[in-house]
């Protein structure tokens, strides 16, 4: 009953997560629309680098979906874990995306600074102001979803980033009305390639870490080193690795010496139940009496 119950419950987690994923495009793609629209007729760099950015929210939301959506692909003989580092890779093309648009904003708005052109501060005002509806609605339907998801988290960080731009921009349309200070405008424009880079260093980095096997950010090595040592049969623990498989599932493989090798069973059982308990849902554990000898190549006896 609880495994059926677990089911259903993960079951309902997948398709409200599409659900948030398809509203979420659907909005931002008309925003854009509208949003690039005004930025053109008022010519507004502004709301046109908001609106260049806001669109490759939309390719990330497309492609986090679909990355989702390949997780639950089953393996085959090619790809034995089916395509769950699809999410990984997605997560890392989002920061390469970002990392883009900033390099493009950061040139427009200089060629804008050196050839100021006339905005007109109220229609930015009021342009930004439906992006913070948008980008916070969409950000705050992600914000539960992220925590444990980087690929979640890296369309989450888009919107939330987003909606702070917004912010800025409806005070940049609000300065220029006030000011008549066209110059502002590109100069909110470089705040806000500052705002997309700093968002976007956690998940570049994240990405970076997890597509080369590195140890998950949630994944504390040490206590996993912990829970295989502590087992009253175990004598040691080598050869000890720890991956994600995607964004959400954590593998790991490790070497336990058994000072009773009767005892492997019940060992085994224990282990993997704390280890799923710590993050890691795929555990691979060979096991070796303390008279053997590891063939491995490399094997000191340490993890």
């Not at 609880?2 to 008309?30: C, W, Y």
């Not at 600074?113 to 229609?123: E, S």
């Not at 991956?243 to 059982?269: C, F, G, R």
Request: with cysteine.
């Amino acid at each position: 009953m609880a495994t059926k119950h677990h089911h259903h419950e993960h079951s309902h987690q997948i398709t409200s997560l599409d659900r948030v994923f398809i509203f979420g495009i659907i909005l931002n793609l008309l925003f854009v629309a509208a949003e690039t629209g005004v930025g053109i007729l008022y010519n507004s760099l502004g709301l046109l680098s908001d609106a260049g950015h806001n669109l490759s929210d939309v390719f990330s939301l497309l492609l986090a979906l679909l990355a989702f959506r390949l997780t639950r692909v089953r393996g085959n003989a090619r790809y034995t874990y089916g395509y769950k580092k699809s999410t990984i890779l997605v997560s890392l093309l989002n920061a390469i995306i970002l990392l883009i648009a900033v390099g493009a904003i950061v040139i427009e708005s200089i060629h804008k600074l050196q050839h100021p052109a006339p905005v007109n501060g109220m229609a930015v005002s009021w342009t930004a102001g439906v992006g913070i509806i948008v980008n916070g609605l969409t950000a705050w339907m992600l914000m539960k979803k992220q925590k444990n998801d980087l690929n979640v988290r890296g369309a989450y960080l888009h919107m939330a980033a987003d909606t702070l731009v917004s912010v800025g921009v409806v005070i940049s349309g609000i300065a220029i009305s006030i000011t008549g200070y066209s110059i502002i405008d590109p100069i909110i424009s470089l705040a806000i390639a500052a705002i997309i880079l700093i968002s976007t260093w956690s998940l570049l980095s994240g990405s970076i870490r997890l597509s080369l096997d590195g140890v998950p950010e949630n994944i504390d090595l040490k206590k996993i080193h912990q829970i295989l040592s502590e087992n009253q049969y175990v004598e040691g623990c080598h050869h000890l690795h720890v991956w994600a498989i995607s964004t959400t599932e954590n593998a790991l493989t490790a070497h336990l010496v058994l000072s009773d090798i009767l005892q492997l069973e019940t060992v085994k059982q224990e282990v993997k139940q704390q280890l799923k308990e710590a993050g890691i849902v795929h555990a691979t554990l060979e096991f070796e009496l303390e008279s053997g000898h590891c063939c491995d190549t490399g094997c000191n006896g340490q993890t």
